[in-house]
Nanobody
């Protein structure tokens, strides 16, 4: 019922920037928190950043202020601006959303994931 689609990944050189986008579509009543996770090759998925519906943000300590998460509630879209990219940022980046859908007049909470977009940082 809810689909998340990421875009904006690619191959960049160290020090360059990328902006990821994730759009939620479907019969969504409300979107609460949204976030970005990443899964480096051979490693587990980890939180990059999250943002509440009111704009409160949370970041992984390891990012050192290089990434910025934002959202446009009118467009059901969350963004991740990534600056000063490093090879260790190479991973598949997945969008996550805590959504509320109405089923037979009852609100129900779901956690939705997108298929991901690949970010590769290499010289």
């Amino acid at each position: 019922q809810v689909h998340l689609v990421e875009s904006g990944g690619g191959l960049v050189q160290p020090g360059e920037s990328l902006r990821l986008s994730c759009v939620a579509s479907g019969r969504v009543t409300r979107i609460n928190a949204m976030g970005w996770y990443r899964q480096p090759p051979g490693q587990e998925r980890e939180l990059v950043a999250s943002i509440s519906s009111g704009g409160i943000t949370n970041y992984a300590d390891s990012l050192e202020g290089r990434f910025t998460i934002s959202r446009d509630n009118a467009k059901n879209t969350v963004y991740l601006q990534m600056n000063s990219l490093k090879p260790e940022d190479t991973a598949r980046y997945h969008c996550n959303a805590q959504v509320v859908v109405t089923v037979q007049s009852m609100p129900m909470d779901f956690t939705s994931w997108g298929p991901g977009t690949q970010v590769t940082v290499s010289s």
